[in-house]
């Protein structure tokens, strides 16, 4: 037991670097890409429906671990091809359907065209698995990621493996009660999401809310107290101060309930604030990462020239990537389609402008997605080491990169005779067909680095993940259009309708898609909220002085959390704070029970943290597994009201029933993590 909770800190794998398994079979081929198809049908709708989307890591790696044990020679490492590979199809879906349908929104587009969006699709997602592979060793050894997501995927293909009853059985009963909770939330709604308490006066509202998410719970304990803090400092910023002294500068929202006005006064002012927030932090990020990741690529090219040379032997198994020189070249071999994608089909072609003007908007583009690409996959992956990738503010980040290039635009349009409107319109299409392949790669990165961290745990070689990675991209490019099409003549999505006798109380809302044609069409027509941009830059400047003077006393004030407590609604980051905190008052009390530095001790409290984290573990598994399933009746349904039992207006009960489950999940967990196990 204390061997595994070293490999867990230590990053050490399951599979050493010396035993060779096989890793990519015919029969691990065929699951990834019906599992990708299955997982990148269902995340479109939910993505289209309500504007977020299920990690299909989890779900994959338990599907794929149930299907592999019929075959006898199977082993842990097929799973992990398997799963990685599925996770791109949810991860690609998310990045393309959170932003293409803009152009259906803007009346640019009557449809989605087929070759366009797979071509879209594929240089995305190949721009997002080349950026992560000189990142892998400099984010993996970064001992202040703790991956949540995948470590809990690992530590469910570890047990699996190894039949390990003790842990079996907490990941199992920690996926059963999130499953279970899950279900009574989001399926049968006698739980609720999320408990509001918000009061209007009549010069401003103050409130606070929760949220119940069992996954996040879970999430929150792995991430440990310092991100749990930082969220919650977002939190107070953001919702307990922000929200009360918005509404009394900017005045009281015309709305029925005190709630409604909360969130109408976040997705207006707050957010902004937490894009700003995030903006820069990313930006303070990214320059610490700028070292390790340059120290990476050149030790890449070191070692690949010393052994053309015959002066070292080839890299472990375990730390051999595709090599860097290929990722370059590849990489600059796809900024080609890129430009022509941009200029001959992004770029109207009705619109008066020169063809020399035309190509340095399109070159300009294309320099943008790279530079700017690799800035955002950078930040994105950082994330989802820092509190997972479902949790990943991805949204932030398409928004900060589309305000970016939105005010480049600006200047250049500057130059041209248009009309307003025509500017407008131009600018916006040209912005949102850019971010379109920003989106897919930055949405690659998320999903891809937690998946990287879990080839780590198990000992798969790097450069066979990644090619299982340019596998999905490239079964879930040719999927991903005809599923929105199809979505898109069932129901219709953001208002728009290919039918006029259509009903638009099934219509799909695409809420982030929505976003992101409202944020580019206010810049151009000068409607953006930049002062609370700058607020947020202001804000994440005082963070990153405070967290670099407590780095020096061992502690830490993530940016990036504080701006994620900013910009999330409260449903999503109280969650976090919550487990944070249970974490904490465990090791608090662990600490008081043993003495540190005693052998025994140590051991003793090595094993509780080893059992609190695969009982998190198994809630995040099982939660995330349900939220998979529901999709299905819910896709069928047209609803997500499918199985709903509790009655409508009774909120306050389900709210009610909910900070009661709440509390018995923490206090069971708390129990058991705390019970006498066997070292």
Aim: proline letters at 4%; glycine letters at 10%.
């Amino acid at each position: 037991m204390l061997e595994n909770n070293k490999i867990e800190q230590n990053g050490g794998g399951m599979i050493p670097a010396t035993v060779s398994l096989p890793e990519i079979t015919l029969r691990v081929i065929l699951l990834g890409v019906v599992l990708t198809i299955v997982l990148a049908a269902a995340n479109a709708y939910l993505g289209l429906k309500v504007g977020t989307t299920v990690s299909a890591s989890i779900p994959a790696a338990v599907i794929s671990m149930g299907i592999l044990r019929f075959f006898k020679n199977s082993n842990v490492l097929e799973n992990t091809m398997v799963q990685i590979m599925a996770s791109v199809g949810e991860a690609l879906t998310a990045g393309i359907s959170f932003i293409l349908p803009a152009l259906l929104i803007l009346h640019v587009w009557d449809g989605f065209n087929y070759w366009q969006t797979v071509v879209t699709g594929l240089l995305g997602g190949g721009l997002g698995v080349l950026f992560t592979i000189p990142l892998r060793r400099a984010l993996l050894q970064d001992k202040s990621l703790r991956y949540p997501e995948a470590i809990a995927i690992g530590n469910v293909l570890k047990a699996s493996a190894n039949r390990e009853k003790g842990d079996l059985r907490s990941l199992t009963v920690g996926g059963l009660v999130g499953g279970l909770i899950a279900l009574f939330q989001t399926g049968f709604q006698i739980l609720a999401d999320t408990f509001n308490f918000w009061v209007k006066t009549p010069n401003f509202v103050y409130g606070f809310g929760l949220g119940f998410s069992p996954a996040l719970i879970a999430a929150g304990y792995i991430v440990g107290i310092n991100v749990a803090l930082s969220t919650l400092l977002g939190i107070i910023v953001g919702w307990i101060i922000g929200v009360p002294v918005l509404t009394f500068s900017y005045g009281v929202p015309d709305a029925d309930t005190a709630n409604a006005i909360a969130m109408m006064t976040w997705r207006s002012h707050i957010r902004f604030i937490g894009v700003g927030t995030m903006l820069i932090g990313g930006l303070w990020t990214l320059c610490t990462l700028f070292k390790p990741v340059v120290s990476s690529m050149a030790a890449s090219f070191t070692s690949l020239r010393d052994i053309r040379r015959g002066k070292k032997a080839e890299d472990i198994r375990t730390e051999r990537d595709i090599p860097i020189h290929y990722v370059i070249i590849a990489t600059l071999i796809l900024l080609f389609p890129i430009f022509l994608l941009i200029s001959c089909t992004i770029i109207p072609h009705d619109v008066e402008m020169s063809s020399l003007f035309r190509y340095f908007i399109a070159g300009f583009s294309t320099l943008y997605i790279l530079i700017g690409g690799f800035v955002f996959c950078s930040v994105s992956a950082y994330f989802a080491g820092l509190i997972g990738s479902t949790n990943n503010p991805v949204s932030g980040m398409l928004v900060s990169a589309l305000l970016i290039i939105c005010l480049i635009f600006m200047a250049f349009f500057t130059t041209q005779l248009w009309g307003n409107e025509t500017k407008e319109m131009v600018g916006a299409v040209v912005a949102i067909g850019s971010l379109v392949i920003i989106g897919g790669a930055l949405a690659i990165s998320n999903d891809t680095m937690q998946d990287l961290k879990v080839g780590e745990i198990i000992g798969a070689t790097p450069w066979k993940q990644q090619v299982m990675l340019f596998l999905g991209v490239l079964v879930t490019a040719f999927i991903v259009p005809p599923v929105l099409q199809l979505l898109y003549t069932a129901y219709g999505i953001g208002g728009v309708f290919p039918r006029p006798d259509m009903n638009p109380n099934q219509m799909l809302a695409a809420p982030q898609a929505s976003l992101m044609a409202t944020v580019a069409k206010g810049v151009f027509s000068h409607q953006i909220e930049w002062g609370m941009i700058a607020i947020g830059a202001v804000i994440a400047a005082i963070c990153v002085v405070i967290d670099e003077a407590l780095k020096k006393r061992g502690t830490r004030l993530p940016v990036l959390a504080v701006g994620l407590g900013i910009y999330l609604p409260l449903d999503a980051s109280v969650p976090i704070v919550i487990g944070g905190l249970l974490s904490h008052f465990v090791q608090k009390r662990l600490d008081r029970l043993y003495r540190r530095g005693r052998a025994e001790d140590d051991v003793k409290v090595a094993t509780h943290r080893h059992h609190g984290l695969l009982l998190s573990c198994g809630l995040v598994a099982g939660a995330s597994l349900m939220g998979v399933i529901l999709a299905f009746p819910f896709a069928i349904k047209q609803s997500s009201d499918a199985l709903r039992i509790m009655p409508e207006g009774y909120g306050t009960l389900s709210g009610i029933l909910s900070i009661v489950a709440t509390f018995l999940l923490c206090v069971w967990i708390y129990r058991v993590v705390m019970k006498p196990q066997k070292s």
